[in-house]
């Protein structure tokens, strides 16, 4: 019986698995840092609604402001979608036939709810209050971005713990009077002076909590 | 020199090591230092808890695991599941969403109804608060803080059923149109009712209205926690009927005989909160202090007895006779034949006698302020004896009262009913609610005489053995006390509304209706909805209408309390003294030397209504700490005597029956007889967590004894594994090879008391109790300087009772996930907060007294369980908050190795996606185990399934496996209060408000225990607040900290138990204080080094 060669072709395994051995990990950590983080996973999320409603509309051309339909954002720690009845406040008078409108009519008649699709989503296990973030001179903006510009809303920034903790670490950039806090196109960081926004932070003592029982119990 | 850690002996063990014999043992293995509970002190949960059980479930174990961990990478892909927001079409008036609103209503247990504010959140209600409206109702119990999860309970009955098979009310109603035509006719001839005991003036308006209607009609009641002694003790006593209702809160003496006041389900948390009255140590001069004193004499230990200054363990029949031997030496006549009994020699010993001569001298200097109340199950004679020595002192009229009682006992009236069936005169049976054929005494033999009527209405909340028996017609599913409108009548008699707070969560069809609405149907009332028969017995007993009407309804539904509607004492005529003679007379012939069984009314399932929930049957009993069963209770001297060991099966034989049951020993119980909680010991049909949870005793009781019964135990052989928690947890700083006559004999104990003499003496004692060597740390100490709140909670040892409201209230409030029995028998058990109970002495066979002590997570500010987490899931945070972070945990379950008091808590499983059964094997996991069954589907299928999580509370993480967890100090709670603090005070203008800072007022954070507790002896707030409560009581010479040799500066603080006790209570009574130990100086820095 005559003895096994190996082929030529096997001198080129060993340099495959030691490149491979190299470059594989740095790729897989790169693919896993990238691909899952907040930022690939959550920014732009942009799902279809139920009903066509456009805050570029409502929010950006016609000027309604924020808390005419998000009530509890000064009081609770939801916002809270409007019931279809706010809708119905002006659309009985404003457009009623409109196509677009049907489901809202539907909910309003029936009783049953409007299924919107929730976009902003935090873990069970993370804790946030509009309240205590509006009522201290952050503006929906900060999070939420340009929401009268947006023809379908989207989520604009990642939500993710380390975004958190860069205001949290951070917040005089993002101070604003609580006149301006539902006007988005106020830009703290530039209609404002440095000594205007401290003065801010002096007079509601911001000092935000890094503790993780801010925000987790 | 006496210490008070090592008692006097000590006992060499088999590793040839010498262990102490500690004052203060959990149970006998603790006591007697075995290598078993060596082990379990030693390590961080008992054998079996982090261990798979055989090889077979393991391999399964592994496959689901590798499983789980493929499906885990693919559901990774993706964004989290899609999730929808629903808003109202309509809104709804004064509703925010995420904001909880609270409901005046009220919640009955066994006839009596207790106001409660009821917390809403976002229409699903989720936790009861005792509500303070009638001054006594600020605490509540075990029960009801459970009632609300029965309103979610999968096991509910769902379905009318006619004649065992699914029917609706539509057909139901239809039955009535013929019910209502037929006995119209005839006037009721042949018709009868019987309620389970629950009344209010709506109940009462439809009773009246109903036999109006059918005049001849039979209207009864059974609760079978009712006791009919009571009843015929006032006959006999005043010739008419009577319910004694003592004030303990006036009392400087009280006599308790045989009655679990403190851990009456129904009555308990009055009770409580009066005796608590007079135990706070809080007089600013230490020598003026003065506390109330209490004797107890009862068979088994309940939470009254191990409350006791002074107590007799007596069986039941003698606590007869001794009542008797105190009305003698009071002077009271006609209780010869009991106090001349051959018993009376019996009963006393030289230690007994002593206490007993101090018990009539403190009765007799008390007078009028003095109180002797006597228990549900002791006979006639007894509660005759109470009311003639409560007349001999003068305490009518200021310690106890009398109210007007009902004219028969339930006893009486179930065996006129039983005869009545018997006798063929009953031709249609309506029960509203109750369970009688389970639960009535055996010699009315109540299941049998059912099926001679024709027609068997049961109405109740759950389909149970009397729904399933076969001589049921119609079963008609009862709505919760949460579903409908009703009333009732507190302790006081106030009336109590109860509105509802969400709809019937069940088919509409099938019926939702609540007794009221039931009898309105029968009686083709006008009036159908609870609503609209509610307002109109309420305009009725007020006599207003329109608009006066209007604003005094809302008022009271403000309120949770009607006003000015509490009973008036009535004048309690003389106590007969033929009478007392003539039935001390024929009690003196039932009493004798046999063994005899006592029933209990057991704080948990309390006759069985409340067996199905799963937060009572894992709370640990008060006494025996027994989770999931009752048991035979007896004097470990008895169990030796009859040759039986815990655990082991006996049939327990009475004239009228026998059952089997297990034994358990108790140390305190009296000898020579046992006892047994009602309840138990039902099979399927009782849901699945009650199904088989311990043994049935209601076949030994018949009508003639309610309370006991003479019997026999004979040892069956087999024995019976009981998941206890006596051991588990145990908190000491003992180490077995450091010899302990050294260092350790001089370590502080973990229970510290005195008696109120020696606290007048040195008001200081708890500091001296042991030695505290110098406090350095092993690690860098957090620094919590600088912070704008200290958090801080005090522990009252003098006023807890261990009654464990705290424990169900804590699991409501924080998402605690019921284990299982299975579970707990392996030291899993999830509690925040558990309550330690001891006995104290050297023997087991007659402890000196009790102890109990709340444990929770004390908040070290020197946290061991900090130092040892590898991912910083357990920091401190700026409060001085020792907090969990879920998120961050990886479940190394170190923090818990570390944790030198054993708080923390694992979740070995998914506890809240599983069923909390009582399956047998480890593995053995309901189908749907790794199922998440509220995300199966959307919406979800099988509502019934998803009914428990809707009691959740939306504002605490619900944990999943592998993390740790445990008391957060109710930290939902201080952030929404700090939140909505912070925002009002930004809103009226931050610093230009006037105010300078925002701040939250002392008593706005309540924890969730602190608010459940009866006696409101745990104290939350802030220590940065000198004024507050709490700052106080921590400066109280009092205060302690538990295992302050280990320097982890607590944040929880004891307040040493202060007692009174008629003999001994001098200067010194076990407790070492100035022995030349030296001092801990703790509280003194400046002497640390110097020491």
């Known amino acids: 019986m005559s003895r096994f060669l190996f082929p030529r072709w096997s001198n080129l395994v060993l340099p495959t698995i030691i490149l491979a051995g190299a470059t594989v990990p740095i790729y897989a950590i790169f693919f896993v840092a990238y691909g899952f983080s907040p930022k690939t996973l959550e920014v732009g999320y942009q799902p279809q609604q139920p009903v066509p409603f456009s805050h570029a509309l409502h929010a950006g051309e016609l000027g309604m402001d924020c808390r005419y339909c998000h009530t509890s954002v000064e009081k609770a720690a939801h916002a809270s979608v409007p019931p279809t009845q706010t809708c119905m406040n002006c659309h009985t008078q404003i457009r009623p ?121 | 020199m006496h210490d008070s850690r090592t008692g006097c002996d000590t006992t060499t063990t088999d590793a040839g090591m010498k262990f102490a014999r500690a004052e203060y043992w959990r149970s006998e293995e603790d006591l007697e230092k075995t290598p078993e509970f060596r082990e379990l002190m030693a390590r961080e949960f008992g054998p079996n808890a982090q261990e798979l059980a055989n090889g077979d479930e393991r391999r399964t174990f592994i496959k689901l695991m590798g499983a789980g961990l493929a499906l885990a990478g693919l559901a990774a892909c993706r964004r989290w599941p899609e999730s929808k927001i629903v808003a109202f079409s309509q809104a709804q008036a004064g509703r ?127 609760n079978a926690m009712a006791s ?149 199950m002791q006979d006639a004679a007894t509660h005759a004896i109470a009311a003639a020595i409560n007349e001999k002192l003068g305490a009518v009229g200021n310690t106890v009262a009398y109210f007007d009682g009902p004219a028969s006992g339930h006893g009486a009236q179930i065996k006129q009913l039983g005869e ?52 049921c017609t119609w079963h008609v599913p009862s709505a919760h006390s949460l579903e409908s409108w009703s009333d009732g009548r507190a302790i006081d008699g106030t009336i109590v509304p109860q509105q509802p707070l969400i709809l019937p969560i069940m088919d509409s069809a099938q019926g939702g209706r609540n007794a009221i609405e039931l009898l309105a149907t029968l009686t083709g009332d006008e009036a159908t909805s609870s609503y609209e028969i509610v307002r109109r017995a309420h305009m009725k007993v007020s006599g207003l209408s329109g608009t006066a009407f209007e604003a005094w309804w809302r008022g009271n539904l403000d309120r949770g309390a009607v006003e000015g509607t509490a009973w008036k004492a009535m004048q309690a005529p003389a106590v007969n003294a033929g009478a007392l003679t003539e039935l001390c007379g024929k009690a003196a012939a039932g009493v004798g030397g046999e063994f005899e069984v006592g029933f209990q009314i057991d704080g948990k399932v309390a006759g069985g209504h409340f067996a199905n929930l799963g937060w009572l049957q894992e709370m640990p009993d008060p006494a025996t700490k027994i989770t999931w069963d009752n048991a035979l209770l007896m004097a470990p001297a008895t169990a030796r005597k009859l040759g039986l060991a815990k655990g082991d099966m006996v049939k327990v034989s009475a004239g009228s029956g026998s059952v089997d049951a297990a034994v358990w020993a108790l140390p305190g119980h009296a000898e020579d007889c046992a006892t047994i909680a009602l309840g138990y010991g039902r099979g399927e049909v009782a849901g699945r967590i009650a199904a088989n949870a311990g043994f049935n005793a209601y076949p030994l009781r018949s009508s003639a004894s309610l309370g006991g019964v003479k019997s026999t135990v004979a040892k069956t052989g087999g024995t019976y594994a009981f998941a206890h928690t006596q051991d588990h947890g145990v908190a000491d700083a003992l180490i077995g090879n450091v010899p302990t006559d050294g260092v350790q004999a001089r370590l502080p104990v973990l229970v510290r008391e005195t008696h109120l003499a020696n606290y007048q003496a040195h008001p200081d004692f708890a500091r001296h109790v042991g ?321």
């Open chain 1, 97 to 217: 036939e409109s196509p677009k409108l049907a489901k809202v009519k539907e909910s309003y008649t029936t009783g049953l709810p409007v299924e919107w699709t929730r976009i902003h989503k935090l873990p069970d296990f993370a804790y946030f209050d509009h309240s205590a973030h509006v009522n201290r001179g952050i503006g929906c903006v900060s999070c939420h971005g340009r929401i009268d510009k947006m023809e379908v809303v989207y989520q604009k920034s990642p939500l993710s713990m380390g975004w958190c903790l860069d205001c949290h670490r951070n917040p005089d950039v993002n101070l604003r009077p609580l006149d301006k806090i539902t006007n988005l196109s106020f830009d703290s960081a530039t209609d404002l002076t440095e000594t205007e926004r401290l003065d801010l932070k002096k007079k509601y003592h911001i000092s935000p909590s890094e503790d993780c029982s801010t925000c987790h119990r």
């Open chain 2, 96 to 222: 925010t969403p995420g904001i909880p609103v609270g409901f005046a209503t009220s919640v009955d247990v066994l006839g009596v109804s207790w106001p409660v504010i009821a917390k809403s959140y976002d229409g699903r209600p989720i936790k009861f608060e005792g509500n303070p409206t009638l001054g006594f109702s600020k605490g509540s119990n075990a029960i009801i803080q459970s009632r609300v999860l029965e309103l979610y309970d999968p096991d509910r009955s769902r379905t009318v059923h006619r004649k065992g098979q699914p029917s609706d009310w539509a057909s139901f109603a239809t039955w009535a149109g013929e019910f209502n035509t037929k006995f119209k006719a005839n006037g009721g001839a042949g018709l009868a009712v019987l309620t389970d005991g629950t009344s209010g003036p709506t109940l009462d308006d439809m009773k009246s209205r109903f036999l109006a209607l059918y005049p001849k009609a039979w209207w009864g009641s059974w």
């Open chain 2, 228 to 376: 009919d002694a009571v009843v015929d003790g006032a006959k006999a006593a005043f010739g008419r009927s009577a319910v004694a209702m003592p004030f303990l809160g006036k009392a400087k003496v009280a006599l308790v005989l045989d009655a679990d006041l403190l851990g009456c389900p129904a009555t308990g948390v009055f009770h409580s909160a009066e005796w608590a009255k007079n135990r706070r140590v809080e007089a600013a001069d230490a020598s003026k202090q003065e506390l109330s004193r209490m004797y107890v004499a009862e068979p088994s230990v309940t939470v009254t007895g191990m409350s006791a200054d002074e107590r007799f363990a007596l069986r039941r029949s003698d606590v007869a006779v001794f009542a008797a031997l105190v009305a003698k030496e009071l002077g009271v006549g006609g209780v010869d034949a009991l106090a001349g009994n051959a018993r009376a020699g019996a009963i006393f010993n030289d230690k007994t006698k002593e206490v007993f001569a101090a018990l009539v001298a403190d009765l007799k200097a008390a007078g009028r302020d003095a109180v002797v109340v006597a228990g549900p």
């Open chain 2, 420 to 471: 009545a069936l018997a006798s063929g005169a009953i031709d249609t049976l309506v029960i509203l609610g109750g369970n009688p054929a389970y639960d009535a005494p055996a010699d009315v033999d109540f299941a049998a005489k059912m099926t001679k009527a024709s027609e068997v209405v049961h109405f109740s909340f759950y389909a149970n053995e009397t729904s399933k028996s076969s001589a």
């Open chain 2, 771 to 1091: 030695h505290v060597a110098h406090r350095l740390s092993l690690w860098e100490e957090s620094n919590l300087e600088g912070a704008k709140y200290r958090w801080a909670m005090t522990i009252d040892l003098s006023t807890c009772t261990g009654c464990s409201a705290c424990v169900v209230a804590c699991q409501a409030e924080n998402n605690v996930p019921i284990v299982g029995k299975a579970m707990v028998a392996r030291g899993r058990e999830m509690h925040w907060i558990r309550v330690d109970r001891y006995f104290r002495g050297e023997n087991v066979d007659s402890p000196k007294g009790f102890a109990v002590q709340p444990m929770t997570c004390l908040h070290c500010e020197n946290a061991p369980c900090e130092q040892v987490c590898p991912v910083a899931a357990t920091v401190h945070d700026e409060q001085g908050i020792n907090v969990m972070v879920y998120n961050r945990c990886i479940g190394t379950r170190y923090c818990s190795n570390n944790c030198p008091y054993k708080v923390r808590r694992f979740n070995f499983f998914d506890y809240h996606k599983r069923e909390p059964g009582r399956e047998e094997g480890f593995l053995k996991v309901q189908p749907d185990y790794y199922k998440d069954i509220a995300e199966t589907s959307y919406p979800i299928d099988n509502p019934a399934d998803a009914f428990p999580r809707m009691q959740f509370n939306p504002e605490v993480t619900v944990r999943s496996r592998g993390v740790m967890e445990k008391c957060s100090f109710c930290m939902q709670r201080i952030q929404e209060a700090k939140i909505r603090a912070k925002n009002a005070w930004a809103k009226a203008g931050g610093v230009d408000s006037g105010q300078g800072t925002w701040s939250i007022p002392d008593g706005a954070v309540v924890t969730a225990c602190q608010q459940a507790c009866p006696t409101q002896a745990i104290v939350f707030g802030d220590l940065n607040d000198p004024k507050s409560r709490v700052a106080q009581l921590v400066k109280s010479k009092l205060s302690y900290e538990l295992l302050e040799e280990l320097n982890t500066k607590p944040r929880v603080k004891y307040l040493a138990r202060v007692k009174n006790p008629g003999v001994g209570n001098t200067h010194d009574c076990g407790h070492d204080h100035g022995d030349g130990h030296g001092h801990d100086h703790s509280n003194d820095k400046s002497h640390d080094h110097a020491h």
